[in-house]
């Protein structure tokens, strides 16, 4: 049914982002490509996957932007140096008000009321790509080989999944990021490991005027120290000795 | 978005041909034209024929055209599968009058409701073609007001063409056939330039900074991209035409796909049938590539907000 389900549990599950932590490493889009390949939503369709035009479906990317008051389009743009790389992982949002679930003339498109997983039921999809378009944060990629559309599942397989141990029920994306970028949990419930990450830390929507209302937050990346901080260590203030700058540095260590 | 051949085809083909329908449907229950067997069959040939390949051409984009009765289930929420059900209601009074018409020589009593009937679903119909597009936020050319008025007028332009050289080969009403054409056309050109003020001067729905939530550290622009090669969503959404081609192609529209139709259409009743005929032929075509210069540019100009991943600085 692509009219929305009533949630029937409070529960939405989703992943939460943190900016400041991703290294743009990438594993998170390989450890899902690789687990997707055999999961839910199989196969993950590569055409001329070694030729000159690769081509293939992912449902997750990894972009690099960057961020600063004074960011310049355009090639060796420049802030003066106060701007930031931000390595930007881009996958499906579980939105509460997935429009690409109800523009989907066959049923394929669905949330679920269980949990809020957005999923496509591939054996209803008729590849007419509509879904695609009405996702502004382009989630869903199409399959021209199996003439359907593809989108991440959260690892609907995984997390549910009671031949894997229970720490592993998690999306494969999660499990894989060696810096602990990506958290999953259920976004529904305010005392959730996430849900306290999000308040904490400011989570923001991706789009927010769009009315979507994404489930995954994306954590900013945090302020930057003020400049003095970074000031060389010859710079510091007049009269203070060796110790004294010790243990300062010590101090900072520690307060990290 | 990349302009696909067979949507193009899709809307423009079954644009006209509801447009004619629409107009045949009215001049029969108005008594403003006889029921003559001949023209209707002709006519309501043209119309359903035109209609019924743009809806074949619709399938040719799907990844499976054989699970394509499921699109005739979701109605509650889906413009797509509103616009499929009434697609296929529309044909049964639309059959229903051309039967009275071409079999009965009436388009009166039972034939006249069959006629309103066939005027409002058909015009709903083109509605919910306009509203699969209108319904999408993320791409601001297409969430504008004068969508929906533009698939209309545009639909109504070229089916009055078709109506005008069916009328003058058939000889009869062809002044009315002009008096239908002549505010259709300037009703097209008029939404179209309307509609395209309006995108160009329309501020940006988001920027790279709102697509990011990078806001709160001021702006944003893309650094590197995910991938080396381009993706589905690049292919599909990352099309972009120079201002300068757009430009042209609007002139087109203008010159070529109204304009010369719009001479033309006031030169036929003043000329013998059959040089008239041929003008009116003449304007059919001009008005067919118009409306297809019209439809590319339509989806060629507009920008979805995927592209402020991929290096767009806003959209």
Redesign the interface.
């Known amino acids: 049914m692509t009219q929305i389900a009533k949630n029937t549990t409070g529960r939405k599950l989703g992943l939460v982002i943190d900016l400041d932590t991703c290294v743009g490493c990438h594993a998170c889009a390989v450890a899902c490509k690789e687990w997707n390949d055999g999961g839910h939503m199989a196969p993950l369709t590569d055409e001329d996957p070694y030729g000159a035009e690769p081509f293939g479906v992912w449902f997750n990317r990894v972009h690099a932007f960057e961020a600063g008051p004074q960011v310049e389009s355009g090639c060796g743009g420049g802030g003066g140096g106060d701007t930031r790389t931000v390595h930007f992982p881009r996958s499906c949002l579980h939105c509460e008000q997935p429009d690409c679930v109800t523009v989907c003339p066959t049923g394929a498109s669905y949330k679920r009321g269980e949990d809020g997983i957005v999923l496509v039921d591939e054996d209803k999809c008729i590849g007419c790509k509509l879904c695609s378009w009405a996702c502004p944060y382009g989630a869903r990629e199409y399959d021209y080989a199996s003439g359907t559309m593809k989108k991440c599942t959260l690892c609907v397989d995984r997390i549910y999944n009671p031949n894997l141990p229970e720490a592993e029920r998690q999306p494969a994306c999660v499990m894989v990021c060696p810096v602990s970028a990506r958290a999953f949990g259920d976004l529904g419930d305010a005392e959730s490991d996430v849900s306290r990450r999000v308040a904490e830390r400011g989570g923001v929507d991706l789009l927010p005027d769009l009315g979507y209302q994404p489930v995954n937050k994306y954590l900013p990346p945090r302020p930057r120290r003020a400049a003095a901080e970074h000031a060389p260590l010859a710079d510091a203030a007049d009269g203070a000795d060796v110790g004294q700058r010790l243990l300062r540095w010590v101090d900072r260590l520690l307060s990290r | ?1 990349h302009p696909a051949a067979s949507v193009i085809l899709f809307t423009v083909t079954s644009g006209m041909g509801y447009g004619l329908l629409i107009l045949l449907a009215l001049l029969g229950v108005t008594g403003a034209v006889p029921p003559q067997p001949a023209f209707g069959l002709a006519g309501f040939g043209c119309a359903l024929v035109l209609i019924t390949a743009g809806l074949l051409a619709s399938t040719f ?5 054989e ?2 009765w ?5 109605w ?6 509103r616009e ?1 059900v009434l697609a296929i209601v529309t044909y049964v009074p639309a059959l229903l009058l051309a039967a009275g018409w071409v079999l009965a020589g009436r388009s009166d009593g039972a034939f006249a409701v069959m006629g309103w009937l066939t005027v409002v679903l058909a015009l709903t119909t083109v509605l919910c073609t306009a509203m ?1 597009y209108a ?5 601001p050319q297409w969430r504008n007001r004068w969508v929906p008025a533009g698939y209309l007028v545009m639909a109504l332009a070229t089916g009055a063409l078709w109506l005008a050289l069916l009328t003058s080969l058939f000889d009869l009403g062809r002044g009315l056939a002009s008096a239908i054409a002549v505010p259709a056309l300037l009703a097209a050109a008029g939404v179209k330039w309307a509609y395209w003020r309006d995108i160009d001067g329309a501020a940006p ?2 920027r ?7 806001g ?18 690049q292919k ?2 990352g099309f972009r035409v120079a201002r300068k081609h757009a430009g042209r192609l609007r002139r087109l529209v203008f010159l070529v796909g109204l304009g010369l139709p719009l001479l033309l259409v006031l030169m036929a009743p003043v000329l013998p049938a059959p040089a008239a005929s041929v003008l009116l032929a003449v304007a059919l075509l001009a008005g067919i590539l118009g409306a297809l210069a019209e439809r590319w540019l339509f989806f060629a100009q507009a920008q ?3 592209n402020l ?1 991929y290096g767009a ?1 806003a959209v």
């Open positions: 978005m984009h799907l990844g499976h055209p699970r394509a499921r699109a005739l289930s979701q509650r929420s889906s413009w797509l599968s499929g699969i319904s999408l936020k993320p791409i729905l988001a790279v900074a709102d697509a990011t939530g990078l709160a550290l001021g702006q944003a622009r893309l650094l590197e991209r995910p991938h080396t090669e381009a993706n589905y969503l599909e959404m979805h907000t995927v991943y600085d």
